[in-house]
C-alpha cells in the first residue's frame, strides 16, 4: 500500500513554521550586529569608575557614532573616525544648531576612551583613535556678570512672589560659586550657620564654603519660612526643595534650579544667564582682590592652578584695565561692578583707594569742629533712582555735599560736630535716615563709611 503523500502548506502571510515557533520558545534569538556593539558599549562603561553624568554623556556619544554607521566596532578604521570628526564640525545637531569645539571634542575624548578600552581587552586589533586629533578650543569669552547685572537679579527676587525666600537663598549660593549640582545635593546638615559643607562634586572638588552674612542671613530666613509652611527640617532633608506641583516639597533637582535661575535672569533681563556664571564671577573677584590663588583656589575647590587659570588670567585682565587708568589719574568704571563690591551680590571687602581727581572741600572760614567724612552709598530696588535722589536731596545736601563722579556712589560731606555732640552719633543718624527712605519705597539701602 502506497503512502499518501503529504504536503506542508505555508500560508502568505506567516512568517514562521510551528518548529521555528516551538524552537523560539527554548533559545533565545540571535543577537543582531546593533546589539553586539552595545554590549561593548555596556561593558565599557561597567568597567569605568565614573560620576552619573558623565556615563550618561558617553552613553549619548557613541550611541551618536553607532547611529552614523552600521559597521561593526572591529571594521571602524581611522578614516572612518577621520570623517566622522568632520560630520560633527559640519552638520548640525538636533536643534538645527552647529556644536561648538568644546562639545565636539567631548565626543572624540569619548571615542579615543572607548576604542583604546577595546583594544587593550583584544576586542579589536588596532586602535584606530589613536590618532583623532581633537579642535582647538574656541576662544574663552568673559563669564563674569557685571555689578549692574548681580544688582538687577537680586532686584528680580522681589517679582517672584510666594518662591522668592527661597529664590534669594539660592542666589546666594550661586554667587558663593556653587554648581547647580553641589546646590542639588546640600541637605539642611550641610549647612552649619557659617559654610556650607559639599560633600559631593565634579572632580571630586568636595570641601567647605564659607559664606557671608547676607547669604547667611538668606539661608536662615528660608529654614525658618519652611518651618512656618509646616515642615520638620531634619539633618537629611533637602535644602532646597521644589515648590511645583508634581514634585512639591521634594529635593530640587538640576534642572530646576538651572530653570528658577533663567526665570529670575529674565525678570532682571540679564542675557545669556546661567548658574556657572556665579562661578566664575567669584572666582574673578577674588583675583581682582588679590587673593592669593592657592587660597582662592581652597575657596572655589579647584584642585589645581591649570583649572583655575582661566579665571586668574580674567581677573589679571581686569586689574591691568584698572591700574591703566589709575596710572593715567583716571577712576576706572565703577559701573561695571568688578571693583566695587558693596552690593547685595558677593561681599568681599573691598581696598578702597582714593580717586586721583577727589574734588577736595577747601576748608576756608570753616569752624574748627568741622569734620569732612566720605561715604559709599548703595540703593537697590525698583525705585532706587527715586531713592536715591530723595536720599541727596533731603539727607545729604545738608552737608555741603559733593561727588566725584556725576553718576557715582561716593560723596564727601562736611559735617558740623556741636558741643555734646559725637561724629558717630550725626553719622548713625544719617545712616538711618537713609535707610527710612529706602524702606518708604521697598528698596535696600547701604551706607559704607570711607576712612
Known sequence: MAIPEVKLIILADQTATPIDTARSRTQPAKPTLADLRWMRVEEFLRSREIRPNTHKAYERDLKQLMDWTPKGWHEITSRDLDRYKTYLKTEPNHRGKLRKSA?????????????????????????????????????VLPQEFSQDEVDNLYQ??????????????????IDHGLRASEIQGLNVG???GQRVHIREAKADSVGSVP????????????KQWREQQGEVLEDESPLFVS?????????????????????????????????????????TRLVMKDM??????????HKSEQSFVRYSDRG??????????????????????????????????????????????????LPLNAVQVRLILEVSGKEKGTVRKEIEERV????????????????????????GDTLSAITDQMKWDMELLGELDDCSVEVVWLD
Open 103 to 139: 562639545t565636539i571634542n567631548r565626543s572624540l575624548a569619548a571615542l579615543q576612551s572607548f576604542f583604546k578600552w577595546l583594544t587593550v581587552r583584544d576586542y579589536i586589533t588596532k586602535n584606530p583613535a589613536l590618532l583623532l586629533e581633537k579642535l582647538k578650543s574656541d576662544p
Open 156 to 173: 528680580a527676587i522681589c517679582d517672584r512672589g510666594f518662591h522668592s525666600c527661597r529664590d534669594r537663598a539660592l542666589l546666594h549660593l
Open 190 to 192: 550641610d549647612y552649619d
Open 211 to 222: 559664606l557671608l552674612s547676607k547669604a547667611r542671613s538668606a539661608i536662615d530666613q528660608y
Open 243 to 283: 515648590h511645583s506641583n508634581n514634585s512639591k516639597g521634594q529635593r530640587l533637582q538640576y534642572w530646576g534650579i538651572y530653570k528658577i535661575f533663567k526665570a529670575i535672569a529674565d525678570i532682571a533681563e540679564v542675557d545669556n544667564a546661567h548658574p556657572h556664571r556665579g562661578r566664575h564671577t567669584l572666582a
Open 292 to 301: 592669593d590663588s592657592i587660597l582662592a583656589r581652597k575657596v572655589t575647590r
Open 316 to 365: 589679571i585682565e581686569l586689574k591691568a584695565e584698572q591700574e591703566f587708568y589709575e596710572v593715567h589719574g583716571e577712576a576706572p568704571g565703577g559701573e561695571d561692578g568688578i571693583v566695587e563690591d558693596q552690593s547685595e551680590g558677593i561681599e568681599l571687602k573691598a581696598v578702597v583707594k582714593e580717586p586721583a581727581n577727589w574734588p577736595k572741600i577747601t576748608a576756608v572760614g
Open 396 to 419: 545729604l545736601s545738608q552737608f555741603q555735599m559733593v561727588k566725584p563722579k556725576p553718576r557715582g556712589n561716593e560723596y564727601e560731606l562736611t559735617v558740623v560736630v556741636e558741643e
